[in-house]
């Protein structure tokens, strides 16, 4: 398997366009969880789906992200409109339930 | 305050030294505990899991966890360079919702 796979790896954009990241989590797991990582916060969960049905999205920072899953083998984070303070490293992450998640590469967000 | 506590670091060793990684967390239903590793760039990978109060010892690594005390520690023996990396705690009730530590970040000097 090819594990977690995000896209884009990189994102450069301008402070009010819409940005949206993806994500392929690992074949066979019914977990799926999105975080953020800042050097100031640390890894913070945003948002993690159970069979593609979102069960905790009270890490959402606002009503400019939204995140769906429409099938088990694809995820998107959407932000809009994007703002500097969401420069950040977006990791997406994978699991069947058990004692381990499996990350993706993560996407590097800049907000200019 | 946060769910989980975890010193930044920076911590610097010379190679061969034991290392002491620790964390704190306030809520006691968590009940498993989690080490991972995360090279730079990279995503955090699964080093260690441990499974209420105890220790567990995997080669030169061991994790400890005292649930009275609230305070999980991650010991490296015979540290090597390789070893450089952010290492996060992370636990959780029920392996659905994880609360993840903010790393400390650790440089092995040849």
């Known amino acids: 398997d090819a594990g977690v796979i995000q896209s884009p790896r990189h994102e450069v954009t301008e402070m009010g366009q819409e940005v949206t990241l993806r994500c392929k989590p690992i074949?066979?797991?019914?977990?799926l969880f999105w975080y953020r990582q800042t050097m100031m916060r640390g890894l913070e969960l945003l948002i993690y789906f159970n069979n593609n049905v979102p069960i905790d999205d009270s890490g959402m920072p606002e009503d400019r992200f939204s995140a769906k899953m429409p099938n088990a083998s694809f995820s998107t984070l959407k932000i809009q409109p994007s703002e500097p303070r969401d420069s950040a490293v977006y990791f997406c992450a994978s699991s069947s339930g058990g004692d381990e998640q499996f990350f993706g590469p993560g996407t590097r967000l800049t907000v200019l | 305050q946060k769910e989980v506590e975890q010193d930044p670091g920076p911590l610097s060793v010379p190679e061969g030294a034991i290392v002491s990684l620790n964390c704190t967390y306030s809520n006691s239903a968590f009940q498993y505990f989690m080490w991972y590793r995360q090279y730079s760039r990279k995503g955090p990978e699964l080093l260690m899991y441990t499974y209420s109060s105890g220790n567990k010892e995997d080669g030169r690594f061991t994790a400890q966890v005292d649930k009275s005390s609230k305070y999980i520690s991650l010991f490296i023996r015979d540290s090597q360079p390789s070893d450089s990396a952010t290492y996060l705690c992370?636990?959780?009730?029920?392996?659905?919702?994880?609360?993840f530590g903010s790393g400390t970040k650790l440089n092995v000097k040849p």
């Open positions: 074949s066979g797991h019914d977990y």
């Open positions: 992370a636990m959780t009730r029920n392996f659905n919702k994880f609360y």
